[in-house]
């Protein structure tokens, strides 16, 4: 027994007889109300707590006699009931601010369990709860305690949370209320201040900007004070990094208020254009922004916040697409880089302290898009966990027009996130201690577990969709609750002001000087001129070509490195099988070898790393390769352990990091994309199984990787590997939709090619890795081999790595020609061009008349190449694009205007290949050999025309 139990119990041992029903009795009182007992007895139960022979009577009762069945059924029936309320609490909880009841269950009511009030008074509170704070006495006080906690206006779910080491941490700090209403009269007043700048920024626009789109905050403003508290926190933590992302909704409020983006700068942004001058230059803090621009409440930024001393934090807000949640999987490869140190070899050495993410997403998309469960499904798995995100639903009841009910299949927006075992945190937004509870609480869960959790912050939406829907068309009920429901500013300021916390004057005190402060900012901005056209235009940087990079490197250091590649740790137990193969690789850059694609790619890799630029290579089944020819990771038979050939090599100067990645696309690659946004100093490379699965990432590179650097400013060097070429395995695996590529290139966005060299591959790699950080930098997007992984035509010589460097238009291997004599150039690209060298290598034809010629590069198309070519060709009558893609796929569309143009008198231009089609490729291997064979034939059939001819 403590010193103060024992003084406790002298001091009620002093009581007896009547005086003890008279003290039960007012302590029942105290406990309902402390202020409703006498202000003396009230400093009794203040000082010595409860009586302590409420507890003892029970004791001696039980004691004295076998406890009966029906006492064994009440106590059960109370711990259920317990139970219950933990679990079930939600259901009962007031979290709804306006036009939505709560569910209610009759699982939390005494009743269900036969119990009555007395029934629970007579159970010591102890037996139902080991942990019962002081003043919860009995199970009565237990269960109104309980309920208190879990169905008010914040609740709590977390059963689904499988480990207990977790759940013990959720439901202790849950229960001990250690994070709830504990805000001093000062930060009571912070808070309110802090609200009426968000209701105040809102209100300014509205009447300023009349019938302007803004998403605005209302009926959620709390997501500002929620974010305020993420910044405070992890300032207070040294945290390096937090990255954000989040939709339009409340956009423009949490850039001024949390990002800190000056007022004038949104306010020109109503205007015709962004004031520049306003804006910080690129690289520094601030926001960037390409040459054509996007919507206000797209555009991202950054703020740097000093920490006490001379640290500081650096919130960084992505730039976002009008699609929905798609930038949650960039945001995580954000903070995923901002953790890697990739300065060494071996694996990037991964401090979680780092950074951490926040994502805030809207009730109807966090449910609805497949995107939210493959970023959430990326949390956990080595490659890709960044330490927990704090995810945001910023949940207003309603998804544009469409209600909850014919939104989703599930009770609330953030079910989906139960899956993942991420506790889930519902809160009125119209409690603003609540809502900092949430906050507090789940950064703490964050911190300790660097695991997800979610706050489900449930408020309204005051407009419709945007400020110029009428929402009363589609939701009259609701919107008439709305109307009459105030604001949180109003409702926050009548408790404080019963609380004493305020006086009558200082909530209009506070609007006023909002009002005056943003009018003073406003009248002293001067109109903005209308852009010019060349504003609009691509900067130069980006115009020129790529040829200034030397890529060839000196035989030795290519030989020190392919050794380094097939050396094994000492005791290494490497697949016998695999280890064969290898050896087969030992001689390739000897005199008259060759190496094939897996080594020209392996040398790549080394030779970047030796250089000092780290590498990130994903995708499914990477690390292998889906076609076997990779294996940069490898088991020991025996241990299973595992070794990368890439971190044995003794020249590497930076880290090479391989994961395969989950069976994802969009989540993936819009990781990757994120991780080389943030990581310029890294080649950062996605693999798709099969090229065509990209187009389940159709989203990321429409909207982020194809568009960012115009729209945003977004720099990224990123390559993607997508596999492709018709080799008679169906539909599905044989177009990578090249043309798709094709059709967005513009404006220098990014390179496509579809190179058929092991030397092409590797100076094209080299070539991306030198344009890390440099201005000029751009994606990169190879159609890259399957069969010809094996093909001996794809090797190449050790000179070919050793001299020159990537070709955009390259020789025939066997074009058996005069130029002087040539009248059919063929030109073509990818697996195609392999299968016509062998076709003319197997012919008895001279082809004296036939100059081939390969597209490596197909954007920006090598057009100066090819004008020197053409000079060579004085007999030329004709131009023949072939393909194997059908001819509404492919190259054809993208190569004909730019060939159309370099025709000259008398000359034609030629399509030979497949018709339009509407599936990529025939299904039946034997009949695709004999079109794909009829293809070849005729492009190097020395007759002219044929269905598919075009005239010039
Ligand atoms: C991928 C995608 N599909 C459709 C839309 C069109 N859209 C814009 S906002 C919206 C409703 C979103 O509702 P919710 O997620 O609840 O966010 P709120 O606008 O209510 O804040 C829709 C359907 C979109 N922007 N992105």
């Keep these: 027994m403590t010193q103060n139990e024992e003084s406790t119990e002298r001091f009620w041992g002093s009581f007896h007889g009547p005086n003890i029903g008279y003290i039960e009795e007012q302590y029942e009182m105290y406990k309902e109300d402390p202020e409703s007992v006498d202000p003396s007895i009230k400093e009794l139960f203040d000082q010595h707590g409860a009586p302590d022979w409420l507890f003892k009577t029970k004791d001696v009762q039980l004691g004295d006699q076998a406890p009966s069945f029906n006492d064994v059924q009440k106590l059960t029936s109370a711990m259920k009931l317990v139970e219950a309320i933990r679990r079930y609490g939600h259901l009962e909880a007031d979290i709804y601010p306006v036009g939505k009841e709560r569910d209610g269950t009759e699982l939390v009511d005494p009743k269900t369990y036969g119990l009555t009030d007395d029934d629970l008074r007579d159970l010591p509170a102890a037996w139902l709860w080991d942990q019962a704070p002081r003043g919860v006495d009995n199970g009565y006080d237990v269960i109104r305690y309980l309920k208190n906690i879990y169905t008010g206006t914040i609740s709590f779910e977390y059963d689904h949370v499988n480990n207990d080491q977790e759940r013990k941490w959720l439901l202790e700090n849950i229960e001990s209320g250690k994070y709830h209403g504990d805000l001093s009269a000062e930060e009571k007043r912070q808070l309110l201040d802090r609200l009426a700048h968000v209701e105040g920024f809102e209100n300014f626009l509205h009447k300023t900007f009349v019938g302007q789109k803004r998403f605005s905050i209302e009926g959620l403003e709390m997501m500002v004070p929620i974010l305020d508290r993420i910044v405070k926190h992890a300032t207070a933590d040294k945290i390096d990094n937090i990255m954000m992302g989040m939709a339009h909704r409340g956009r423009l409020s949490v850039l001024a208020h949390v990002l800190s983006k000056p007022?004038?700068?949104?306010?020109?942004?109503?205007?015709?254009?962004?004031?520049?001058?306003?804006?910080?230059?690129?690289?520094?803090?601030?926001?960037?922004?390409?040459?054509?621009?996007?919507?206000?409440?797209?555009?991202?930024?950054?703020?740097?916040?000093?920490?006490?001393?001379?640290?500081?934090?650096?919130?960084?807000?992505?730039?976002?697409?009008?699609?929905?949640?798609?930038?949650?999987?960039?945001?995580?490869?954000?903070?995923?880089?901002?953790?890697?140190?990739?300065?060494?070899?071996?694996?990037?050495?991964?401090?979680?302290?780092?950074?951490?993410?926040?994502?805030?997403?809207?009730?109807?998309?966090?449910?609805?898009?497949?995107?939210?469960?493959?970023?959430?499904?990326?949390?956990?798995?080595?490659?890709?966990?960044?330490?927990?995100?704090?995810?945001?639903?910023?949940?207003?009841?309603?998804?544009?027009?469409?209600?909850?009910?014919?939104?989703?299949?599930?009770?609330?927006?953030?079910?989906?996130?139960?899956?993942?075992?991420?506790?889930?945190?519902?809160v009125n937004a119209d409690d603003p201690i609540a809502c900092i509870a949430a906050i507090t609480l789940a950064y703490e869960y964050r911190k300790t577990f660097k695991k997800d959790i979610l706050i489900d912050l449930v408020g309204y939406r005051r407009y419709?969709?945007?400020?110029?829907?009428?929402?009363?068309?589609?939701?009259?009920?609701?919107?008439?609750?709305?109307?009459?429901?105030?604001?949180?500013?109003?409702?926050?300021?009548?408790?404080?002001?019963?609380?004493?916390?305020?006086?009558?004057?200082?909530?209009?005190?506070?609007?006023?000087?909002?009002?005056?402060?943003?009018?003073?900012?406003?009248?002293?901005?001067?109109?903005?001129?209308?852009?010019?056209?060349?504003?609009?235009?691509?900067?130069?940087?980006?115009?020129?070509?790529?040829?200034?990079?030397?890529?060839?490197?000196?035989?030795?250091?290519?030989?020190?490195?392919?050794?380094?590649?097939?050396?094994?740790?000492?005791?290494?137990?490497?697949?016998?099988?695999?280890?064969?193969?290898?050896?087969?690789?030992?001689?390739?850059?000897?005199?008259?070898?060759?190496?094939?694609?897996?080594?020209?790619?392996?040398?790549?890799?080394?030779?970047?790393?030796?250089?000092?630029?780290?590498?990130?290579?994903?995708?499914?089944?990477?690390?292998?390769?889906?076609?076997?020819?990779?294996?940069?990771?490898?088991?020991?038979?025996?241990?299973?352990?595992?070794?990368?050939?890439?971190?044995?090599?003794?020249?590497?100067?930076?880290?090479?990091?391989?994961?395969?990645?989950?069976?994802?696309?969009?989540?993936?690659?819009?990781?990757?994309?994120?991780?080389?946004?943030?990581?310029?100093?890294?080649?950062?490379?996605?693999?798709?199984?099969?090229?065509?699965?990209?187009?389940?990432?159709?989203?990321?590179?429409?909207?982020?990787?194809?568009?960012?650097?115009?729209?945003?400013?977004?720099?990224?060097?990123?390559?993607?590997?997508?596999?492709?070429?018709?080799?008679?395995?169906?539909?599905?695996?044989?177009?990578?939709?090249?043309?798709?590529?094709?059709?967005?290139?513009?404006?220098?966005?990014?390179?496509?090619?579809?190179?058929?060299?092991?030397?092409?591959?590797?100076?094209?790699?080299?070539?991306?890795?030198?344009?890390?950080?440099?201005?000029?930098?751009?994606?990169?997007?190879?159609?890259?081999?399957?069969?010809?992984?094996?093909?001996?035509?794809?090797?190449?010589?050790?000179?070919?790595?050793?001299?020159?460097?990537?070709?955009?238009?390259?020789?025939?291997?066997?074009?058996?020609?005069?130029?002087?004599?040539?009248?059919?150039?063929l030109l073509g690209s990818g697996k195609v061009m392999v299968d016509i060298e062998e076709a003319i290598d197997n012919s008895e034809e001279n082809f004296s008349w036939l100059r081939a010629l390969r597209v490596e590069q197909i954007y920006p198309f090598p057009t100066k190449e090819l004008e020197h070519e053409l000079k060579q060709l004085p007999n030329l009558e004709e131009i023949v694009w072939v393909q194997e893609e059908p001819k509404n796929m492919g190259s054809w569309n993208f190569v004909s205007d730019y060939l159309r143009d370099l025709l000259k008198e008398g000359q034609t231009l030629r399509y030979v290949g497949r018709p339009d089609r509407s599936s990529p490729s025939i299904g039946d291997p034997n009949i695709h050999k004999i079109v794909q064979n009829q293809v070849v034939q005729e492009a190097i059939n020395p007759s002219k025309g044929g269905n598919s001819s075009e005239g010039n």
């Design 263 to 426: 007022v004038d700068l949104i306010f020109s942004e109503f205007h015709h254009s962004p004031d520049k001058e306003l804006v910080p230059s690129e690289g520094s803090m601030g926001i960037n922004y390409g040459w054509s621009g996007d919507v206000k409440y797209h555009f991202g930024g950054t703020r740097e916040v000093k920490g006490g001393d001379e640290s500081s934090t650096r919130v960084t807000m992505a730039h976002n697409p009008s699609h929905l949640e798609f930038v949650n999987p960039v945001v995580a490869g954000f903070t995923r880089s901002a953790q890697d140190d990739r300065t060494e070899k071996g694996y990037p050495k991964q401090d979680l302290d780092k950074a951490f993410s926040v994502l805030i997403h809207g009730d109807a998309a966090f449910i609805g898009e497949g995107i939210v469960a493959e970023t959430l499904n990326l949390s956990g798995l080595p490659g890709y966990q960044i330490g927990g995100t704090i995810h945001l639903i910023a949940n207003n009841l309603v998804g544009y027009t469409t209600d909850q009910e014919e939104g989703r299949s599930t009770r609330y927006a953030s079910d989906l996130a139960k899956g993942y075992e991420i506790p889930v945190v519902h």
């Design 464 to 825: 419709g969709h945007n400020e110029m829907d009428e929402p009363r068309a589609t939701q009259p009920l609701l919107y008439r609750a709305i109307d009459e429901h105030p604001t949180v500013v109003h409702s926050f300021a009548d408790r404080l002001l019963n609380e004493g916390v305020i006086d009558e004057n200082t909530l209009p005190a506070l609007q006023e000087k909002v009002q005056t402060d943003l009018q003073t900012i406003y009248d002293s901005m001067k109109e903005n001129p209308l852009p010019t056209l060349d504003s609009i235009e691509m900067p130069e940087d980006l115009a020129g070509d790529l040829d200034q990079f030397e890529t060839a490197i000196p035989y030795t250091t290519l030989k020190a490195l392919h050794d380094g590649l097939l050396e094994r740790p000492e005791g290494f137990n490497a697949f016998k099988r695999l280890d064969r193969v290898f050896r087969r690789r030992e001689k390739m850059l000897d005199e008259g070898s060759k190496a094939d694609w897996g080594t020209g790619e392996a040398l790549a890799y080394a030779s970047i790393i030796a250089d000092g630029t780290p590498i990130r290579l994903t995708g499914q089944d990477s690390e292998r390769g889906t076609f076997a020819h990779r294996h940069l990771v490898l088991y020991d038979e025996n241990t299973s352990d595992t070794y990368s050939p890439m971190h044995g090599i003794k020249e590497a100067k930076a880290s090479f990091d391989i994961h395969n990645s989950p069976l994802s696309e969009a989540g993936v690659l819009g990781f990757e994309y994120g991780y080389s946004v943030h990581s310029q100093d890294t080649l950062v490379i996605w693999e798709a199984q099969f090229g065509d699965f990209a187009n389940a990432a159709q989203v990321i590179f429409d909207q982020f990787i194809s568009s960012a650097r115009a729209k945003w400013g977004d720099k990224s060097n990123m390559v993607m590997l997508l596999p492709h070429g018709y080799e008679g395995q169906g539909p599905e695996h044989s177009s990578a939709r090249l043309e798709r590529f094709l059709q967005m290139s513009a404006e220098n966005n990014w390179i496509v090619a579809n190179v058929t060299s092991s030397a092409q591959l590797f100076h094209l790699l080299r070539r991306q890795a030198a344009l890390c950080g440099r201005k000029e930098s751009r994606p990169l997007i190879i159609m890259t081999p399957k069969s010809l992984l094996r093909n001996e035509r794809v090797s190449s010589e050790a000179k070919e790595f050793t001299e020159g460097k990537f070709e955009p238009l390259r020789q025939q291997p066997n074009s058996r020609v005069s130029k002087k004599n040539a009248k059919r150039l």
